[in-house]
């Protein structure tokens, strides 16, 4: 949200702003959909389309754009390698990305306002310029230069549950605050220190985990990690959570408990295709040893999962 506190700002001094944001990106670009930068006409700039030799060139526009007072909304296509025809941004980490050039005067600050005091919304933009949207699509809807939009929700965090709050659980939650998740952490004991003490977490839960499923939300997109204090505990809960629409579905544990748990349920009936979705052991790789170094596995994890699953806003360019 700094982006949009900083343009408020401006706007409070008749300070006119140009918005650059990322609608669509592709390959290795550095800077990914829904990037955004504000440069004022004062100098001043807040945020990133993703940096280098291309942003600092698009920035220059942006300052001449302000001082022809140029109120047209622009796109422009930059490719990140020396041998495209056309359009190429000085970079070479290959890719690409379409960026628009938005203006952003005084009788924008309504919708500047609504955009900082507001959550569950969706903004626009547009070849028209900024607005509130009316529906929740979101991504990039592109027929033209002069018709298309782009959708996104406003400062809407990813959630994750972690399920168990022992130590790899307060790691877990510092590193994913930091990240920019919504963390809710659960366990069965109330007097557990990592739990209480879990400064972290946005919401601790003291639960039964015989009835988790009930009260834990079946929310789409919403990340779950099961890292309760043992076998049995982490069976009950798995058993319940199956068949939840969740994004990420991970359990912490070696391969041979996995491998045994999962032998288990199927020869308790659980379909072996609802076992082939989850993420077991957990985490990347990196011979994690400390409980911090298991932590950043089970994060790396999640964030490679969360790219992935962005909706790209691919169109015909």
């Excluded at 389309?49 to 942003?55: A, D, L, Q, S």
């Excluded at 979101?138 to 406003?154: F, H, K, R, V």
Aim: aromatic share 6%; with cysteine; hydrophobic share 40%.
């Amino acid at each position: 949200m700094d982006v949009w506190r900083f343009i408020s700002g401006k706007l409070n001094e008749n300070i006119p702003v140009e918005l650059l944001y990322v609608l669509q990106s592709e390959g290795s670009s550095p800077g990914r959909q829904g990037f955004k930068m504000a440069v004022a006409a004062d100098g001043e700039f807040c945020g990133t389309i993703g940096g280098g030799i291309m942003e600092h060139k698009l920035v220059e526009m942006a300052k001449a754009r302000l001082l022809q007072d140029d109120r047209s909304v622009l796109l422009m296509r930059q490719h990140h390698d020396k041998d495209h025809p056309a359009n190429r941004s000085g970079m070479i980490c290959s890719g690409s990305q379409l960026n628009a050039f938005i203006p952003v005067h005084l009788p924008d600050k309504k919708v500047i306002d609504t955009i900082l005091s507001s959550s569950h919304k969706y903004i626009r933009v547009s070849s028209a310029g900024l607005s509130i949207a009316g529906d929740d699509k979101t991504g990039l809807q592109y027929q033209s230069d002069t018709d298309w939009q782009y959708q996104e929700a406003i400062d809407r965090k990813p959630v994750i549950h972690i399920i168990g709050g022992g130590h790899v659980s307060l790691a877990l939650s510092e590193l994913m605050r930091f990240l920019g998740f919504y963390i809710h952490v659960y366990d069965d004991r109330p007097e557990l220190s990592t739990l209480v003490g879990n400064v972290f977490a946005d919401e601790r839960h003291l639960a039964d985990y015989a009835v988790i499923g009930e009260s834990l939300p079946a929310t789409p997109g919403d990340y779950v990690v099961i890292m309760t204090i043992g076998y049995r505990t982490d069976k009950i809960v798995l058993r319940q959570l199956l068949n939840m629409p969740f994004t990420y579905l991970g359990m912490l544990g070696s391969a041979r408990k996995t491998e045994t748990l999962f032998a288990e349920l199927k020869q308790e009936g659980v379909d072996p295709d609802l076992l082939d979705r989850i993420h077991a052991p957990i985490g990347i790789n990196i011979e994690s040893k400390t409980t911090r170094e298991i932590a950043v596995s089970i994060a790396a994890e999640i964030i490679r999962y969360k790219n992935r699953d962005i909706p790209s806003g691919r169109a015909t360019l």
